[in-house]
């Protein structure tokens, strides 16, 4: 198993560009997330999905959207790039049993 | 509202034993985890505890009171591939983890 893969790993954009950060699972998970984490800080809930077809907002939703297709894929698309957005982006899976598996990161910089 | 307190930063050394304290106030508690993550890293699961008491797991252990909505890690024979960030999270009753910002710990020999 693979497990949580997110790609890109690094991303550079401008000011009002648009891109789409992937996230895949392979272990089957109906539970994924999109965090964000800033310097020194914690996790912040972007979106969740509980199964395909089915997504809600988290904590910071505000310039982000999210769908879910599959099971496997939960891709998260940042419209309209700002500073603010700047960060570290991890893409999690759950299952009934009770550890998140995270995916490796992506670190975008929006200047 | 959501809210879980951790401290910032601590500093312990090699060998020795630590403690890291959370504390959490949350609509909903349906089980609380601890989490390691190095630095540039995804976090990586260290513990899970739902009951009452002390769950210990090799070098580490961690407890929780949900009376008093306080919960600890406790790191013994500290090596200095300890030196991460600690991550105190709650699970609420909608399937989302709240997350406190981490206790960076700094292991010096």
């Known amino acids: 198993n693979a497990g949580v893969t997110q790609t890109p790993k690094f991303r550079i954009l401008k000011i009002g560009q648009s891109m789409t950060l992937q996230c895949t699972q392979d272990?089957?998970?109906?539970?994924m997330y999109w965090y964000r984490q800033d310097p020194g800080m914690g996790l912040k809930l972007i979106y969740y999905?509980?199964?395909?077809?089915?997504?809600d907002k988290g904590e910071v939703p505000n310039g982000y959207n999210v769908s879910r297709s599959t099971t496997e894929d939960f891709p998260l698309r940042l419209e309209l790039a700002a500073p603010s957005q700047t960060s570290v982006y991890f893409c999690?899976?759950?299952?009934?049993?009770?550890?998140?598996?995270f995916g490796p990161g992506t670190r975008l910089t929006v200047t | 509202g959501q809210n879980i307190d951790q401290p910032t930063e601590m500093t312990a050394t090699e060998g020795a034993i630590v403690q890291i304290n959370c504390t959490y106030q949350?609509?909903?508690?349906?089980?609380l985890f601890w989490y390691q993550q190095h630095a540039g890293e995804a976090p990586t699961f260290l513990s899970y505890?739902?009951l009452d008491g002390l769950e210990e797991k090799g070098r580490f252990s961690s407890f929780l009171s949900r009376s008093k909505g306080y919960s600890y890690l406790l790191l013994k024979e500290l090596q200095m591939k300890d030196s991460a960030s600690y991550l105190c999270?709650?699970?609420?009753?909608?399937?989302?983890?709240?997350w406190g910002a981490g206790t960076k710990l700094i292991i010096k020999p």
């Open positions: 505890n739902v």
């Open positions: 999690a899976s759950w299952t009934d049993s009770y550890e998140q598996y």
């Open positions: 949350t609509s909903g508690f349906n089980g």
């Open positions: 999905s509980v199964g395909a077809g089915i997504t």
């Open positions: 999270a709650v699970k609420d009753s909608n399937y989302q983890l709240i």
């Open positions: 272990m089957n998970h109906n539970y």
